[in-house]
């Protein structure tokens, strides 16, 4: 959910903020990683992370 809400929030789509990895998630993912010249595999990878600034700590 907290990768769903950066995504809203760097205006990409992500769908619903519901914690599944959808189609329209996945899309969104794909988009910002473009964007980001990261590699658009709608992977959650720490570089994916890092750009859109989500940790993996609570």
């Given at each position: 959910?907290?990768?769903?809400a950066?995504?809203?929030?760097?205006?990409?789509?992500?769908?619903?903020?519901?914690?599944?990895?959808?189609?329209?998630?996945?899309?969104?993912?794909?988009?910002?990683?473009?964007?980001?010249?990261?590699?658009?595999?709608?992977?959650?990878?720490?570089?994916?992370?890092?750009?859109?600034?989500?940790?993996?700590?609570?």
């Open positions: 959910m907290r990768v769903q950066a995504l809203y929030s760097k205006g990409y789509d992500p769908g619903a903020i519901d914690g599944v990895l959808s189609t329209q998630t996945k899309q969104a993912l794909r988009k910002f990683q473009s964007a980001h010249n990261l590699p658009a595999d709608a992977k959650m990878s720490t570089a994916t992370l890092n750009a859109l600034g989500v940790s993996l700590s609570p």
